[in-house]
C-alpha cells in the first residue's frame, strides 16, 4: 500500500513522540513556510515530504530510492 501524501497531528505525533497539541504546532509552523513560499496549504495536515525534509534533511523519496 503506499502511503498517503498528506500527513496529520496523529501522524506527526507518533513519528516524534510528542504531544498531538504539540503536532499541531508543527504542522502550522510548516503551513505558514509552505505560505510564505506561495503554496497552498491545508490546515491540520502537511506533505509528507516536506516534513521529512524539515525533520531529517531528506525526503522519502530519497530514502526509498537509496
Known amino acids: 500500500m ?3 501524501r498528506m500527513i496529520n497531528a496523529d ?3 507518533e ?3 510528542v504531544s498531538k497539541s504539540k503536532a499541531y504546532h508543527i504542522i ?3 503551513n505558514d513556510e509552505l505560505k510564505a513560499k506561495g503554496y497552498l496549504v ?4 502537511v506533505s509528507r515530504d516536506y ?3 524539515k525533520f531529517y534533511g531528506f ?3 530519497e530514502e526509498q530510492e537509496s
Not at 42 to 45: E, H, K, L, N
Open 42 to 45: 491545508i490546515a491540520g495536515r
Open 11 to 13: 501522524d506527526v505525533s
Open 28 to 30: 502550522r509552523a510548516l
Open 15 to 17: 513519528m516524534l513522540d
Open 51 to 53: 516534513f521529512a525534509e
Open 2 to 4: 503506499e502511503k498517503a
Open 59 to 61: 525526503s522519502d523519496k
